[in-house]
């Protein structure tokens, strides 16, 4: 379905950095594409418990499966669907490429909280910001460890971030400003620039949290600080319009 974007949710989205639209997607969509994603996870997570651990993935903890729309024609089909053309077109402009996806699974009883950090913490890059869109495929609440944000974060711009065991962090987990959480039900996402501060919490329930993050950038994008030019990326939109898959 193709979601109404309205204009609160515009301003909400310049002024607090985020907003969340409900119900984009079906429960058995969700369903048919965890199962593509799961095929990798599983895949990864073996490696996982091989090595214990691979960048910021915690075998038994938390998994991060990148470039799935690269190496699966069914999810390559899902991240170019008329709903992300509609959004990111209507967030980010006529030219629109994706930049980013990854699953992440956060495994059940964990005891960390993923640190606060901004999406362009990692990479910077020019123009910023892009859109992340944070897809619930099972729904995250605050007890499997929904993200939270800090609203408004965005406009200070990118923040200096310090390696942590967890990956980059740009604000304590002490800080007695812990945001707002932002739950999100199975079939919604999240959408928040990449300068939003955001984290996610511990996940206390029995089952795995399940999210797939997908990354839409404007067409043309260079490193920040190398100025180079970002390549092999998957077109979205241009003019407004779909590109073919």
């Not at 620039?193 to 993050?213: D, E, M, P, W």
């Not at 390549?231 to 407004?240: C, K, T, V």
Request: with cysteine.
């Amino acid at each position: 379905m193709i979601p109404t974007i309205t204009p609160e949710q515009i301003t909400a989205f310049r002024e607090k950095g985020y907003f969340v639209l409900e119900n984009v997607f079906t429960r058995e969509e969700m369903e048919t594409l965890g199962g593509l994603i799961e095929a990798h996870h599983w895949q990864h997570e073996q490696r996982l418990k091989e090595v214990g651990t691979e960048g910021i993935s915690r075998a038994g903890e938390i998994s991060f499966t990148a470039f799935l729309a690269e190496q699966d024609e069914g999810i390559r089909r899902f991240v170019l669907r008329p709903e992300f053309v509609h959004i990111a077109t209507t967030l980010l402009g006529p030219d629109v490429d994706l930049y980013w996806n990854q699953s992440v699974f956060k495994g059940p009883d964990g005891s960390a909280q993923f640190p606060w950090h901004q999406d362009d913490g990692y990479t910077p890059v020019t123009p910023s910001p892009y859109l992340t869109l944070w897809l619930a495929i099972n729904d995250a609440t605050p007890e499997n460890g929904c993200i939270s944000v800090l609203p408004g974060s965005h406009k200070g711009g990118l923040r200096p971030h310090q390696q942590t065991p967890l990956g980059l962090a740009c604000h304590s987990l002490d800080d007695p400003d812990q945001g707002v959480m932002v739950p999100v039900r199975a079939g919604s996402m999240a959408a928040f620039q990449s300068l939003t501060v955001h984290k996610s919490g511990v996940n206390r329930s029995q089952g795995f949290r399940k999210a797939y993050v997908i990354q839409y950038s404007q067409a043309g994008l260079r490193n920040a600080v190398t100025g180079e030019r970002i390549e092999n990326r998957i077109a979205l939109a241009r003019g407004g319009q779909a590109v073919s898959a």
